[in-house]
């Protein structure tokens, strides 16, 4: 019998380029489901279908394909999962540019600073993308995500040293930041 060898813990047994293809795959569903929303007519047969679908599942029509669930089940796929692949790789995910204005697209609601043991404060430097980018992974690989009515997500991170940070972005915001992780990876993969 051949004894089948454990996957790496950080890669799962999976190459850089099926991590990336991952991603890829749940940028294309987003892309899908939108342009499906898009293309659904009142009592066409495309239409039909998704009721049926509703119905087997239990949920009012009509459903909006592009919701909540869509955009987070992506943001994980891209900010923690295809992330802790890049950490592995040994891409700096810190210095990564990603595009974003904090102050504009990133509101900052509340940024509270958190003591070492020593005494010393400690509060991440915001204006860097990667603290951006690391503050949205730990919310969202934490579960610590609240929608609101006008758009818009709350992220939450705390860390050990009880530094608190909730940032506010819009929905097309936070596909901007995946698309921008994305496009940086795929720099590592294939670069020019």
């Known amino acids: 019998m051949t004894k089948v060898s454990e996957p790496d813990s950080e890669t799962m047994g999976l190459t850089k380029q099926e991590h990336y293809h991952f991603a ?6 987003m892309r899908l ?8 007519a009142p009592g066409g047969g495309l239409d039909a279908f998704i009721r049926d679908l509703e119905n087997d599942n239990a949920l009012s029509s009509p459903v909006p394909l592009m919701n909540q669930a869509t955009f987070l089940s992506h943001a994980y796929i891209v900010l923690v999962w295809l992330r802790e692949r890049m950490v592995a790789d040994g891409v700096d995910v810190d210095e990564l540019e990603l595009g974003l204005d904090v102050g504009s697209q990133v509101k900052v609601i ?4 958190g003591r070492r043991k020593d005494g010393s404060e400690v509060k991440r430097d915001l204006s860097k993308p990667g603290q951006v980018m690391r503050t949205l992974r730990n919310a969202v690989g934490h579960g610590r995500v609240a929608f609101s009515d006008d758009s818009t997500w709350e992220f939450t991170d705390t860390n050990r040293e009880g530094e608190l940070v909730v940032l506010s972005l819009r929905w097309a915001d936070l596909g901007a930041v995946c698309d921008a992780v994305m ?9 020019h």
């Open 183 to 191: 496009f940086a990876y795929q720099q590592t993969l294939y670069p």
């Open 33 to 40: 489901l939108s342009r499906l929303q898009d293309e659904r």
């Open 110 to 113: 509340k940024h509270d600073a």
């Open 24 to 29: 890829k795959l749940s940028l294309f569903m």
